[in-house]
């Protein structure tokens, strides 16, 4: 703790800054590489590998754990260690649910059943 006292407080602000564009520019770089749609077919693809490989019902979370996990290997390193196992996890089931909403009625209107 000491340590940290005796660095000006302006070097860590231009620290943190140059973190904070380094991580920035990393993700645009990224996904300018992979688009967003690319991803998301990447996983809608993992999500049918799941459903052939867990054929027994309510294995969901089994089905999910292992998408994610799958997923997670497809991100950089660096993305990684930013995105949450559990944040991943909110967004693959986003996107699952809407597809799910997609199929049930040909509409986005949030009225899977």
Sequence with gaps: M????????WVIIIVLIAVAVTVIAM??????????EDIRND?????LKAEHMYE???TGKQKMKWVV???RKLL????QALLS???????????????????DDG???????
């Design 2 to 9: 000491e340590l940290l006292n005796m660095i000006p407080m």
């Design 27 to 36: 993700t645009v770089v990224y996904l300018k590489n992979r688009s967003l």
């Design 43 to 47: 996983v809608y693809q993992l999500i």
């Design 56 to 58: 027994k019902s309510g």
């Design 69 to 71: 996990s799958q997923a």
């Design 76 to 79: 950089p390193t660096w993305l």
């Design 85 to 103: 196992e559990e944040t991943l996890e909110n967004i693959i089931q986003a996107w699952f649910d809407g597809v799910k909403d997609l199929l």
């Design 107 to 113: 509409k986005m209107n949030h009225s899977e059943k």
